[in-house]
T-cell receptor, first 114, second 113 residues
Framework: SQQGEEDPQALSIQEGENATMNCSYK?????LQWYRQNSGRGLVHLIL?????REKHSGRLRVTLDTSKKSSSLLITASRAADTASYFC??????????????FGKGTKLTVNP | EAGVAQSPRYKIIEKRQSVAFWCNPI?????LYWYQQILGQGPKLLIQ????????DSQLPKDRFSAERLKGVDSTLKIQPAKLEDSAVYLC???????????FGPGTRLTVT
């Protein structure tokens, strides 16, 4: 089944550095979403990028999408300890009923050291 | 805006017992999702509702799991009987439209012993 796969599985950086996570997927998509999960706030939506978009920004987050390579990247600039979390990409897939559902990858565990 | 509510937050049961989880989505959100998240993995969709109709339940183990969404608002997910491998966090989410951003509840951590 279609699934985004994040890379790397784990990433440890120092506060102030940039963090880059990648997501690869198998089949054509309409959009791709990134979510963050930490113990304090649960799973939170970060950004949605559509298949006809190449780049999107939200605060310190920058997401790119390359549909020819079936890949996306999430860049967090000037990281903070509070960015410590697992980051998941989610791609849409067809449902039984002909609409769409999200399929999540296994995530990248980011640790930002103070 | 109130978020997605779930209860209970934690549940410990023995195998072969039954358990039920409750979810109240964000007001006005037509689509409701139940996910299972095993430690170290991403959420796996169990069932997706559009109003009170099922859109997808292809990964729901129907011999033991059931879910309903009466009146297109609240939803319950039941496991009967539970197995050890059902130990996981059960997440409920809702969205205004299908395939838009989803808002997740805090989850129910289930431990089956």
């Amino acid at each position: 089944s279609q699934q985004g796969e994040e890379d790397p599985q784990a990433l440890s950086i120092q506060e102030g550095e940039n963090a880059t996570m990648n997501c690869s997927y198998k089949t054509s998509i309409n959009n791709l979403q990134w979510y963050r999960q930490n113990s304090g706030r649960g799973l939170v939506h970060l950004i949605l990028i559509r298949s006809n978009e190449r780049e999107k920004h939200s605060g310190r987050l920058r997401v790119t999408l390359d549909t020819s390579k079936k890949s996306s990247s999430l860049l967090i600039t000037a990281s903070r300890a509070a960015d410590t979390a697992s980051y998941f990409c989610a791609t849409d897939a067809p449902t039984q009923g002909g609409s769409e559902k999200l399929v999540f990858g296994k995530g990248t565990k980011l640790t930002v050291n103070p | 805006e109130a978020g997605v509510a779930q209860s209970p937050r934690y549940k410990i049961i023995e195998k072969r017992q039954s358990v039920a989880f409750w979810c109240n989505p964000i007001s006005g959100h037509a689509t409701l999702y139940w996910y299972q998240q095993i430690l170290g993995q991403g959420p796996k969709l169990l069932i997706q509702f559009q109003n009170n109709g099922v859109v997808d339940d292809s990964q729901l183990p129907k011999d033991r799991f059931s879910a309903e969404r009466l009146k297109g608002v609240d939803s319950t997910l039941k496991i009967q009987p539970a197995k050890l491998e059902d130990s996981a966090v059960y997440l409920c989410a809702s969205s205004f439209r299908q395939n838009y951003e989803q808002y997740f509840g805090p989850g129910t951590r289930l431990t089956v012993t």
